[in-house]
């Protein structure tokens, strides 16, 4: 069965760093790609990072908002995405949900394109408070 379970959420204070991890299995990243979003209670679900390095037209994605920040990367060995989260912000807080889809980055880039992923977790808790 096609899986993705997120762990390494946690309490941080402003500045701080977090690495979350998700662990993918019944595919391969040859075959999906893999990103992230994020819910906060009164905010719209967002799309915060997304990896493709199955196509050659890499379009992997972060939101302007964790751009410079936030680095995705895969470890293909063990079929792992992580996000290392770094100088991380009180609006950083929410539930991070690991995702993935067959289509592409582009599906993480607004809600409307969030009805493409296929492949949800359950979640990590991530807050950032003093």
């Known amino acids: 069965e096609v899986r993705v379970a997120e762990s390494g959420g946690g309490q941080v204070q402003p500045g701080g760093s977090l690495r979350l991890s998700c662990a993918a299995s019944g595919f391969t990243l040859d075959n999906y790609v893999i990103g992230w979003l994020r819910q906060a209670p009164g905010k719209e679900r967002e799309g915060v990072s997304c990896?493709?390095?199955?196509?050659?037209?890499?379009?992997?994605y972060y939101s302007d908002s964790v751009k410079g920040r936030f680095t995705i990367r895969a470890d293909n060995a063990k079929n792992v995405v992580y996000l290392q989260m770094n100088n991380l912000k009180a609006e950083d807080t929410g539930v991070y949900y690991c995702?993935?889809?067959?289509?592409?980055?582009?599906?993480?880039?607004?809600?409307?394109?969030?009805?493409?992923?296929?492949?949800w977790g359950q979640g990590t808790l991530v807050t950032v408070s003093s």
């Open positions: 995702t993935a889809t067959r289509a592409r980055c582009g599906s993480y880039r607004q809600s409307f394109g969030h009805r493409y992923l296929e492949v």
């Open positions: 990896l493709n390095i199955r196509d050659d037209d890499d379009d992997t």
